[in-house]
């Protein structure tokens, strides 16, 4: 399948180990946040969410943070695995429109 | 479907062809996006579709994109005298409904690779 994990800021980590992926999103009128996975050959798949109104929100073994006095959100993978292996691309959404605008993504390599 | 569906998965084309891209989406989802990805690159907002109108099309580069959603519910990407520079991998995805909740995030198909030489 094809990779987009090419040109991509790349994240490596040890199996085992967690995992922190960064984004710095450009909207301040965005109120909603969205982290997807994305394999080789296939498409986004959701992963979790976040609020402007929460600055924290925990599913299965990942974190979302979210600071809005910097625009800035992160994804933490808890005991990443081989098959976290993908590339991570943050989403936001807000005020006027419903479109879902993506950020560049990051590549996040575990090594077995 | 159980899915979002995209076809075909792969187009090879040549520079001037008109192509046609088909999306169906979720079955009862009123709301489909197209987006364009490009190697190393986050998807890229194309237009949206809630029912049959394209309620947002800002990002349709130029007037050669073109789509159709006709029964609110299988959309078609339509391009034409297609370049270079439009190869890239377009994405269908849908949701319920134009409300951002987690019940209805979108959901994408694999996508179609276009490639035009």
């Known amino acids: 399948g094809e990779s987009v994990g090419l040109h991509l800021p790349t994240l490596s980590v040890q199996e085992g180990d967690n995992s922190i992926i960064n984004c710095a999103y450009s909207?301040?009128?965005?109120?909603?946040f969205i982290w997807y996975k994305q394999e080789s050959g296939k498409g986004p798949q959701f992963i979790i969410d976040?609020?402007?109104?929460?600055d924290k929100r925990q599913g299965q073994r990942v974190t979302v943070l979210l600071n809005k006095t910097v625009k800035h959100l992160s994804l933490q993978i808890a005991a990443t695995q081989p098959g976290d292996s993908a590339v991570y691309f943050c989403?936001?959404?807000?005020?006027?429109?419903?479109?879902?605008?993506f950020g560049t993504g990051t590549l996040l390599a575990v090594q077995p | 479907g159980a899915g979002v569906s995209q076809t075909p998965s792969n187009k090879v084309t040549e520079k001037g062809k008109y192509v046609e891209l088909r999306c169906d989406p979720i079955s009862g989802h009123t709301a489909l996006y197209w987006y364009r990805q490009s190697l190393g690159q986050g998807p890229e907002f194309l237009i949206y579709?809630?029912?049959?109108?394209?309620?947002?099309d800002s990002g349709l580069p130029n007037d050669r994109f073109f789509a159709v959603r006709p029964e609110g519910s299988v959309s078609t990407l339509k391009i034409q005298r297609t370049e270079r520079g439009d190869s890239a991998v377009y994405l269908c995805a849908s949701k319920i409904g134009p409300e951002q909740t987690r019940a209805n995030v979108l959901t994408f198909g694999a996508g179609s690779r276009l490639t035009v030489l």
């Open positions: 909207n301040s009128a965005s109120d909603y």
């Open positions: 579709f809630q029912g049959t109108g394209a309620a947002d």
């Open positions: 989403a936001e959404t807000g005020g006027a429109t419903n479109k879902l605008i």
């Open positions: 976040i609020r402007s109104n929460m």
